[in-house]
């Protein structure tokens, strides 16, 4: 899942400088948002520069107008991504757009008619469901799968990779989420994790079956239940690192990447729905 600002981010820029000729405006929006954000959102804006043959430093983003962000919804849809993805796209522009203002680099009328632009209509429930849950499947599959060749600490990583994954993706938590979770914020009884997201607002969510067993299993055969982050890095040859020290964001992404990558090897290329494995987990 992409993570993008919301419309409340409105409220919460600031002018980056009076010079107006120094001001990026997609780099100015990015001072703007989390760290963890910043290289997701990057990555988006990116992108759409593309679809101008342009880079995103390169990009004139204070020409756009209401035709532009209606040309990036239709190429958008055109690639099938999902509603809240194209959503979140355009989230990015109007992100840009209203730094822009903020910093008096266009006009409010020109926000406005920006902001005025409707996203994509969707069911929030996945058409490929299906498709999604049995892609994951292969990935754990692919992840437990620890050949007799393995460089030594194999079979330690692939307890907590798998772990993981299925933590993000069964509980739909963001990576920036799952690398937060402290022991005591999981009981165990009773199979409750409590997540702190954007904002600091808290949530309560439940593990399945499934997803406790792999993260009882990681506890038991690997971590053990010192405090500390649930989740935390592996030193070479899957030596347990200090479970005071948080995982980074990239460091997770990262494991993504390298496991989708070995399936990939090992079995099919992912197809378009079954890549977005990375996005959703952002």
Not at 71 to 98: D, M, P, Q
Not at 167 to 183: C, D, F, K, P, W
Not at 263 to 279: E, G, R
Request: contains cysteine; glycine residues 6%.
């Amino acid at each position: 899942m992409l993570v993008v600002q919301n419309e409340h981010v409105q409220n919460n820029i600031t002018v980056i400088n009076s010079n107006h000729s120094d001001i990026e405006p997609s780099g100015a929006y990015l001072m703007t948002l989390g760290v963890n954000s910043r290289r997701t959102v990057a990555s988006v804006l990116s992108t759409i520069a593309k679809m101008y043959n342009k880079t995103r430093h390169t990009m004139n983003w204070l020409s756009i107008g209401y035709n532009d962000i209606s040309f990036i919804k239709e190429s958008l849809v055109k690639k099938n991504l999902e509603a809240r993805t194209v959503n979140a796209y355009l989230c990015a522009v109007k992100g840009v757009l209203r730094t822009a203002w903020a910093n008096d680099l266009i006009s409010k009328d020109q926000l406005d008619r920006i902001l005025s632009f409707k996203g994509v209509k969707g069911s929030s429930v996945r058409k490929d469901s299906r498709i999604e849950h049995d892609y994951i499947a292969s990935l754990i599959s692919s992840i437990d799968t620890v050949h007799p060749w393995s460089e030594r600490g194999a079979k330690t990583k692939s307890i907590r990779d798998a772990a993981m994954v299925v933590t993000m993706a069964y509980l739909g938590l963001r990576r920036s989420e799952v690398v937060s979770i402290t022991m005591d914020k999981y009981d165990r009884e009773s199979g409750v994790i409590m997540i702190t997201g954007k904002g600091n607002r808290q949530r309560r969510v439940f593990l399945t079956g499934g997803v406790a067993r792999r993260v009882n299993l990681w506890i038991d055969e690997i971590r053990t239940d010192a405090p500390g982050y649930l989740f935390c890095p592996l030193k070479r040859y899957g030596k347990l690192s200090n479970p005071d020290t948080q995982m980074t964001s990239q460091a997770v992404y990262d494991m993504l990447n390298a496991r989708i990558e070995d399936l990939w090897i090992n079995k099919n290329k992912p197809t378009q729905t079954q890549a977005l494995f990375c996005n959703y987990s952002a």
